[in-house]
C-alpha cells in the first residue's frame, strides 16, 4: 500500500486537449442530455435553461427530462419550457414505475439519438461551454464515459457544505492519479458522459443497484471501457446542509460502494479488468471501505490492551495521503478557476492550507457511516429503496461563464 501511494502521488495527470472547434455543424456529435427528476420544482426550472442554451449547434443535441411521478409543481415547470424550448423532450413515469433513476434513464436512452449519452442530476449547474470541452476527451476510441468534476454551488452555507466542497477536491485529485497510473475512473452520477456503443454493450444501466453510477463504473470496466476526468469547467450541485442528510446521503453511497464489490467479485477476481485495473479497486477497497470500518474495533483492543492500534502505521499512511489529495486538489481547482492569482503566494497557500485541516476533520464522519453500513449489510439483505435528497435551489454562483 505504501508502494502504490508513492506511485499515486508522483503520477503526472493526462493532459487536456482543446475544446473541440468544427468549420460546419454536422461535424459535431450528436448528443443526447438525460434528466431523471423527482419534486425538482425549486431547480429544475434553471436547469433546462442552463442545457438548452448551451455553447454547442442546438440541432446536434437534445434534452430529455424524466418526470419520475412528481407529486409538486415539476410537471407544471416542465410543461412550460418545453413551449419555449424545442429540443427538450418530457416523459413522465406512473407510479407503478420500477427501477428508481436506473429505470428512468434505461427508459430513454435506448430511444435517444445521441451518440454520446449526457446525465446529470436536476440540480446540476452547467457551464456553457460544457460540452465542447468534455467531448474531444471521446476521441481515445477506448473511452467509454467522461465523468466531469462536480462543485458544491452552495458551499459557503454553512461547514458541512464547505466540507463537501473539499470532500469534492480530493475526489478530483484521486481521480486524476488513477487514471494517470492505468487505474480506476469512477462515475459520480452527475456531470457523466457514456459513449452509446459501451452503454449497448450491456444493456443500459442495472435496476438492481441504488447507486447507478458506481455500478455502471464497474460493469464499464468489466467490459475493458476506460473513463476519463475533466477538472475544468465543473458541473455544480447543491450540497447537503444538515447533518441528517448528509448521514442518508453518505450512507448510500457506502451501501452502494459495497454492493458493486458483493455483485461483481467473482469476475473481479478473474482479473478481467486487467492487473492495475484490479490492483487499483483493491487498494481503493482497502482505504475507503475496509479500513474505516476497522479503525474501531481496533482502537478499543489497543485501549483494552494499552497498546498501539495494530493499524497505526496503514492509518498513518492514508491520512498522509488523504492530506496531500485534498491540498493538492484544492490547488489545481483555485489555479484553474483564477488564472490570475499568484499560485505559490504565502496568503493562498495559508488559505488551502486551513480549508484542508477543516477538511480533514469534515471527512471523519466516513468512519461511522461506514462501520454503520458494515454492520448492516451483514445482517440485513440487499435494498433498493433510500432517502431522496430534497433540493432547495440556490443563487450561489460557481463562476461559470
Not at 468549420?23 to 425538482?40: C, F, G
Request: hydrophobic letters at 45%; charged letters at 25%; proline letters at 4%.
Amino acid at each position: 500500500m505504501g508502494a502504490h501511494a508513492l506511485r499515486v502521488l508522483f503520477a503526472r495527470p493526462i493532459p487536456v486537449p482543446e475544446p473541440m472547434v468544427r468549420e460546419r455543424s454536422e461535424d459535431y456529435p450528436y448528443v443526447s442530455i438525460l434528466v431523471a427528476a423527482k419534486n425538482e420544482e425549486a431547480v429544475i426550472g434553471s436547469l433546462v435553461e442552463d442545457l438548452c442554451n448551451l455553447d454547442y449547434p442546438s440541432e446536434r443535441y437534445d434534452l430529455w427530462v424524466i418526470d419520475d411521478n412528481s407529486s409538486d409543481r415539476t410537471p407544471l415547470v416542465l410543461e412550460r419550457l418545453a413551449a419555449e424550448h424545442p429540443q427538450l423532450n418530457i416523459i413522465r413515469r406512473s407510479a407503478t414505475a420500477m427501477g428508481g433513476k436506473s429505470g428512468a434513464l434505461n427508459q430513454v436512452w435506448s430511444v435517444a439519438k445521441g451518440d454520446i449519452i449526457a446525465v446529470f442530476d436536476a440540480d446540476a449547474q452547467v457551464s456553457k461551454d460544457l460540452l465542447r470541452r468534455v467531448l474531444p476527451l471521446f476521441e481515445r476510441e477506448q473511452v467509454g464515459a467522461v465523468q466531469v468534476r462536480k462543485a458544491i454551488a452552495n458551499a459557503t452555507t454553512n461547514l458541512w457544505t464547505r466540507g463537501q466542497a473539499a470532500e469534492m477536491a480530493i475526489d478530483s485529485y484521486f481521480q486524476q492519479q488513477r487514471i494517470a497510473l492505468g487505474g480506476i475512473g469512477e462515475l459520480r452520477g452527475n456531470g457523466q458522459f457514456v459513449r452509446r456503443t459501451a452503454l449497448e454493450s450491456f444493456g443500459g444501466w442495472n435496476e438492481q443497484t441504488i447507486t447507478d453510477d458506481l455500478d455502471l463504473t464497474l460493469r464499464l470496466h468489466l467490459d475493458q471501457w476506460d473513463i476519463d476526468f475533466l477538472l475544468l469547467p465543473a458541473v455544480g450541485e447543491e450540497g447537503v446542509t444538515r447533518a441528517v442528510g448528509l448521514w442518508h446521503q453518505r450512507s448510500r453511497w457506502a451501501e452502494g460502494g459495497y454492493q458493486r464489490y458483493l455483485d461483481y467479485w467473482r469476475l473481479i477476481a478473474r482479473n478481467r479488468m486487467g492487473r492495475r485495473k484490479t490492483f487499483d479497486l483493491c487498494m481503493f477497497l482497502m482505504s475507503q471501505y475496509v479500513l474505516p470500518t476497522a479503525t474501531v474495533p481496533d482502537l478499543m483492543m489497543a485501549i483494552a490492551r494499552s497498546s498501539s492500534p495494530m493499524l497505526l502505521p496503514v492509518t498513518s499512511l492514508m491520512i498522509m495521503l488523504s492530506f496531500v489529495g485534498m491540498f493538492t486538489g484544492l490547488r489545481r481547482i483555485e489555479a484553474g478557476m483564477q488564472e490570475t492569482l499568484p499560485r505559490r503566494s504565502a496568503r493562498a497557500i495559508a488559505a488551502t492550507l486551513f480549508q484542508t485541516l477543516f477538511g480533514q476533520l469534515y471527512m471523519l464522519h466516513w468512519i461511522p457511516i461506514m462501520v454503520s453500513t458494515t454492520a448492516r449489510i451483514s445482517v440485513r439483505p440487499k435494498r433498493l429503496k433510500w432517502v431522496k435528497t430534497i433540493h432547495h435551489g440556490t443563487d450561489e454562483e460557481l463562476g461559470f461563464e
